[in-house]
């Protein structure tokens, strides 16, 4: 699995208007940490789940148990 997510605890301030016009115009769904993303990958049983970061912008992979 590999995905990208605009994260709320990384960017600051500036990042706040992308997250709400991006969720009012539908191309963005809820928000998460980067400690959420990962705990969502636990749980969903994936292994040497990777996040790096650039700017608000969060990469991940993992792979499936």
Same mark, same amino acid.
């Given at each position: 699995?590999?995905g990208?997510?605009? =994260?709320?605890?990384?960017?600051?301030?500036?990042?706040?208007?992308?997250?709400?016009?991006?969720?009012?115009?539908? =191309?963005?769904?809820?928000?998460? +940490?980067?400690?959420?993303?990962?705990?969502?990958?636990?749980?969903?049983?994936? +292994?040497?789940?990777?996040?790096?970061?650039?700017?608000?912008?969060?990469?991940?992979?993992?792979?499936?148990?």
């Amino acid at each position: 699995l590999t995905g990208s997510a605009l =994260l709320n605890d990384s960017g600051g301030l500036r990042t706040v208007p992308v997250r709400h016009v991006g969720r009012l115009s539908g =191309l963005l769904g809820p928000s998460a +940490t980067q400690r959420e993303v990962e705990d969502w990958l636990d749980e969903a049983g994936f +292994t040497d789940v990777t996040l790096e970061m650039s700017g608000a912008i969060g990469y991940f992979r993992g792979v499936r148990r």
